[in-house]
Nanobody, 117 residues
Framework: QVQLVESGGGLVQPGGSLRLSCTVS????????MGWYRQAPGKQRELVVA???????NYADSVKGRFTISRDNAKNTLYLQMNSLKPEDAAVYYC???????????WGQGTQVTVSS
C-alpha cells in the first residue's frame, strides 16, 4: 500500500519561508493528481494547491504568488515552497494523492506549520 509522509513543517516568523516535502513510499506515478491541503484549528480542511501528472496546477487565491508546488519524480517526492508566510498560513498541512486510474485517495499524516513572531 502506498503511503505519503510529509516533513518540513515548523515555526517560522512572518515573512519567512519553509519547504514542505511529501515522500511517496511507492511510485509518485501511482497518483494522477496530488496536492497540498491545510487545516487550521476550528476550520475546514482546504485546498492549497493541486497538480496533475501533466503539470497543470490549481492554486488557492490566498497563496498565489507566494507558494509553489513542485515534484522530483526520481525521488518520488512532492514539494511545497512557501514564501512570505503570514500568520493566517498557520495550519497542519497535508499531502493528498488521487490514484491515476481510480478515485482512490491517500492522505499523509500532516505536518504543522506555525507562523508567529
Amino acid at each position: 500500500q502506498v503511503q505519503l509522509v510529509e516533513s518540513g513543517g515548523g515555526l517560522v516568523q512572518p515573512g519567512g519561508s519553509l519547504r514542505l516535502s511529501c515522500t511517496v513510499s511507492g511510485s509518485i506515478f501511482s497518483f494522477g493528481r496530488m496536492g497540498w491541503y491545510r487545516q487550521a484549528p476550528g476550520k475546514q480542511r482546504e485546498l492549497v494547491v493541486a497538480v496533475t501528472n501533466g503539470g497543470r496546477t490549481n492554486y488557492a487565491d490566498s497563496v498565489k504568488g507566494r507558494f509553489t508546488i513542485s515534484r522530483d519524480n526520481a525521488k518520488n517526492t512532492l514539494y511545497l515552497q512557501m514564501n512570505s508566510l503570514k500568520p493566517e498560513d498557520a495550519a497542519v498541512y497535508y499531502c493528498r494523492g488521487i490514484a491515476a486510474f481510480s478515485d482512490d485517495e491517500c492522505w499523509g499524516q500532516g505536518t504543522q506549520v506555525t507562523v508567529s513572531s
